[in-house]
C-alpha cells in the first residue's frame, strides 16, 4: 500500500516544484502591451536637459512610482517598520529607486509639456499649485536651470516616449 502511495506522490511533487520554480521567475517582472508605434511610458527623475546637435536631449533616472493601495503594499513590503508605525504610504504615494542609471533620450519639438508646480514670478511667497499647467519645451527648459526658488529636478515626471522620442512630459506634484 505505501508504494502505491509513492508512486502518485512523486509525481505530484515533481509537478509541484515544477510550478513554483515557474511561477517563481515570473514573480517581479511586468510586460506592457506596446502598440505597432513603440509608445513606452516611464516615470523618472530628469536630471539634465542638454541641447545636442540642434536637439534637446533629457537625461534621465527611471524610477517606479505607486499610489494608493499599491504605495501602502510596496511601503509595507520595503519598510515594514516604518510601515507598521504609521499605517501606510506617507501622503498616500512611494517611489522605489533602486537604481542610479542614467538614460538619454532625445525629446520631440513638439513634445507636451504639463507642470503643476513651478517659479513663476522669482519671488518664493508667490510660488502656487497651477494644476496640469501647459507650457513650451522652451519655457521648460528656461525654468530647469532655474533652481534658486524651486528645483524642478526633485520632482518626478511621468514622461511618454514614441519611436525613441519623448513626446509628452508631465510634472508628478509631490507634497
Known amino acids: 500500500m505505501l508504494k502505491k502511495k509513492s508512486v502518485y506522490l512523486f509525481p505530484v511533487l515533481v509537478l509541484l516544484f515544477l510550478s513554483l520554480v515557474t511561477s517563481a521567475s515570473t514573480t517581479g517582472t511586468r510586460a506592457d502591451a506596446k502598440s505597432g508605434d513603440k509608445t513606452q511610458n516611464l516615470t523618472v527623475y530628469i536630471h539634465a536637459l542638454q541641447s545636442k546637435d540642434g536637439h534637446t536631449i533629457l537625461t534621465a533616472d527611471e524610477i517606479e512610482w505607486y499610489e494608493g493601495a499599491a504605495a501602502d503594499r510596496i511601503f509595507a513590503e520595503r519598510d515594514p517598520e516604518g510601515a507598521a508605525e504609521i499605517g501606510g504610504a506617507p501622503d498616500g504615494y512611494y517611489i522605489v529607486n533602486d537604481s542610479d542609471t542614467l538614460t538619454s533620450y532625445p525629446i520631440a519639438d513638439n513634445a507636451k509639456v504639463t507642470m503643476q508646480i513651478y517659479d513663476h514670478t522669482g519671488n518664493i511667497g508667490d510660488l502656487d499649485i497651477h494644476w496640469n499647467e501647459s507650457i513650451t519645451l522652451q519655457k521648460f527648459i528656461q525654468e530647469f536651470a532655474k533652481t534658486d526658488i524651486f528645483d524642478l529636478s526633485q520632482s518626478p515626471y511621468h514622461i511618454t516616449i514614441q519611436d525613441g522620442?519623448?513626446?509628452?512630459?508631465?510634472?508628478?506634484?509631490?507634497p
Open 165 to 174: 522620442r519623448v513626446t509628452s512630459i508631465v510634472q508628478q506634484y509631490t
